[in-house]
């Protein structure tokens, strides 16, 4: 089956950029789980299937990263392209034509999924390899996407940007791991698209489909989880615990005094000190200090080179490189790198009344399904002493939160918010009598 696949190219889209996960700025598949970029499990993952000739189209901001990462990976071939700008898929792939001979399979490496979803496709296209085959997701809710209209043989016939709740044409979501037998058809109907939106891809294929072009619609169920916010981490998150095996490295040192249970993933050097409980699944990376009496537990995600300080509880949590707390309560965050938080700040994770935390996007607030939803922290943060941030905050990269604030809005970056002084400094007439503390005193010893 791989002698099949040995000319097959894998088109990694990795040009975009995103505009809807701030605070979080760097690219969706550049972010790190248990311990590689996605972009790394992404190949992988492709490998796994018989894939092991790439095509990786980049910007002029990411290239020198990814291109650093794909030094890493052996056994695979890879030919960069260059996307100088964020023009949709159409203008990816024809930033990429010197490379697209031969069969083509296109990605969106920010969707992660699990390798059925390659073996599905691919087991349609060797029967017939001159065709187009993609993805199609089954929903059971509604799902603001991109919706496949099909006949009764699986067929595409139209692709329905993002209807109405109720007028969807089907079950269908277009998710992008799309198989093309012929890439140089595809790239002549993109050539003749005529439109003012950045639907010039889709366009394309509804043209072949028009002119004859077969695409046939390969149902998925397994699983797929699209970032698009910054909370959509969580799922990815949540995928890799789950799929990875409990390890820890030898050169962990971890307390006789502290406990270790559930799936839990402690990488070299990692020190657990005495009475910290780690309930898995949990990932902790390299370097990283747990301290004295802190929580760590359901689902959570620790970097590199972080410290998690005394008494602090970390729960259903993704944080990055080389942050810092000290008797904190985290809960359901994301912090990226590089970011402190003084002793006594909570990042509130509940609204009183219980209901969904809702999370300002552009000019819409947007439902973001959870009901438990903590603070969005940029890379180097800082928050003061007994700062307390909503759920569903989100903190701008660069910015300072000052002690004692309560933030109730959006922090923009490289912002500092600090609280106003409302106490008055007087001269002090007042006199202690020290026989007070010695009676109590007393009273304590008994």
Known sequence: ???????????FLCGGRGKRMFPI????????????????????????AGLDRFVIIANPENRARIEEIATRIAGVTIDFALQKESSGIADALKS????????????????????SAYSKVLAEAERSPDSSYILGYQVREYFPGGYLEVNSNNELLHIVEKPDPGQEPSNLVNILIHYHGNPHELLRDIDRVKTTRDDVYECALDSMVKAGHKIKVVPYDDFWAPIKYPWHIFKVMEYFLDNARPSIAPSARISEKATVEGKAILSDNVRVLENAVIRGPAYIGPN??????????D??????????????????????????????????????????????????????????????????????????????????CRIGVNASLMPGIRVGPGSFVGPQICLRQDLPAAKLALPTSRYRVMDSEILLDEDKRRELLDKLKG
């Not at 089956?1 to 088109?11: G, L, P």
């Not at 990429?96 to 390798?115: C, T």
């Open 1 to 11: 089956m791989e002698s099949s696949r040995s000319d097959m190219k894998a088109v």
């Open 25 to 48: 700025a760097e690219d969706k598949f550049l972010l790190d789980f248990l311990g590689k970029p996605l972009l790394e499990h992404q190949i992988e993952t492709a490998r796994a």
């Open 96 to 115: 990429a034509e010197q490379y697209l001979q031969g069969q083509i399979v296109v990605v969106n490496p920010n969707d992660v999924f699990s390798g």
């Open 288 to 297: 990283s200090v747990i301290g004295n009496n802190v929580l760590v537990r």
């Open 299 to 380: 689902y959570t995600h620790i970097g590199a080179n972080s410290v998690v300080g005394y008494c602090t509880e970390v729960k259903h949590s993704y944080i990055g490189d080389n942050c810092w707390f000290h008797s904190n309560y985290v809960g359901d965050s994301i912090i990226d790198d590089d970011c402190s938080l003084g002793a006594g700040t909570v990042l509130a994770n509940f609204r009183l009344d219980e209901g969904d935390i809702g999370v300002k996007v552009g000019d819409s607030l947007v439902d973001t399904g959870y009901d438990k939803l903590g603070a969005f922290l940029g890379r180097g």
